[in-house]
């Protein structure tokens, strides 16, 4: 649906975007996720047809943006961050004030303002100024807005920056009710933010996409490249057995035992390298070993620290 190949864009003599490659599937709901800076809205508002590309292929729906871009506008919906409204308005007549730009035929506008009042949570709204609203509920008018046209594709930056916690919440699932229907690229710097909302991640850093996959690849992408961590706890033997028992085991890097919530059981940390998964030949080593395991977990890698590791600089 969105098909972008060596996309370069130059500020100057300043590379914003730096051949930038990726795909969009229809239906998806893709998170363009990177420190402030990255290139995001750049990006954004090259596929929107509001900016030249300096280089590269951009192609929505098979269209190019340099060749057709007002028939790319009318598939998309873009909603730019810090979406101007305008405040003296009431919802309805703002709507219909879109609805005109958009030339929506005179006798559908208002079935048309009607289904994206349903669809964004604004019936008790709809006679309220803009002005009067809560941000969250001007952000639901902002997407009412990009809505409006019934577009396949929902172009969408930073859609909750500035939102408080129960905004941001109820913001999430409106974008995960309408991308059942849509294809949806949203753009944010908060993970947590693309994990509830998306079904995949492209992580971008100075302009390039540094990672990308759905927020389970690229923890397990990062665990394989690092090293992973299993932890034990085990009853009623020695530290410095079990730890001479641990490190003879294949893969085992480090070990390291201390004393535990309870006496007489032991906390035992066992790093291996390369992101190996000791769990299971673990089990079998503490068997054979006889010692009483009480507990084993894996240390997870948080998304948080995929992305921190990925994008600093
Ligand atoms: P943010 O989350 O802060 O909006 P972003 O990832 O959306 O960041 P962009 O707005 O695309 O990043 O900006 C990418 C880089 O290009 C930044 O260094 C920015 O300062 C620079 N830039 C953006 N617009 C212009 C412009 N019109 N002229 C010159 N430089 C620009």
């Not at 009710?177 to 710097?189: A, D, N, Q, R, W």
Request: proline share 4%; net charge positive; hydrophobic share 35%.
């Amino acid at each position: 649906m969105i098909n972008i190949k060596n996309l370069t864009k130059t500020y100057g003599s300043f590379k914003a975007v730096d051949n930038l490659s990726f795909h969009i599937n229809k239906g998806e709901i893709v998170g363009l996720l990177g420190p402030n800076g990255a290139g995001k809205t750049t990006t954004m508002k090259i596929i929107t047809c509001f900016m030249p590309a300096t280089e590269g292929e951009v192609k929505i729906a098979g269209l190019d943006v340099k060749k057709d871009p007002l028939k790319i506008r009318q598939l998309i919906g873009y909603l730019p961050e810090n979406a101007p409204l305008y405040p003296e308005l009431n919802v309805l007549e703002y709507l219909g004030y879109i609805a005109g730009i958009r030339k929506i035929p005179f006798f559908e506008r208002k079935d048309a303002i009607e289904k994206v009042i349903r669809l964004c949570g604004l019936e008790n709204k709809k006679r309220s100024e803009i002005y009067e609203l809560s941000k969250g509920y001007k952000q639901r008018v902002g997407l009412a807005q990009v809505l409006i046209h019934d577009p396949e594709i929902l172009v969408l930056d930073e859609p909750t920056n500035g939102l408080d916690p129960n905004q941001i919440i109820e913001i999430r699932e409106l974008i995960k009710k309408i991308g059942k229907k849509k294809t949806v690229i949203l753009s944010s710097h908060i993970l947590s933010e693309v994990e509830a909302t998306s079904d995949r991640v492209l992580i971008i850093n100075n302009g390039k996409i540094v990672a990308s996959g759905t927020p389970g690849e690229l923890r397990e992408q990062s665990t394989n490249s690092g090293k992973s961590i299993v932890h034990l706890q085990v009853e009623g033997s020695p530290k410095s057995l079990v730890v001479a028992k641990m490190e003879k085991l294949k893969g085992v890097k480090k070990v390291s035992a201390k004393q535990g919530e309870k006496r007489g059981i032991l906390a035992v940390k066992i790093e291996s390298e390369g992101g190996l998964d000791l769990r299971k030949p673990l089990v079998h080593h503490v068997i054979k070993n006889k010692f009483e395991l009480l507990e084993m977990t894996r240390e997870e890698v948080s998304l948080e620290d995929v992305f921190i590791k990925l994008t600093k600089k």
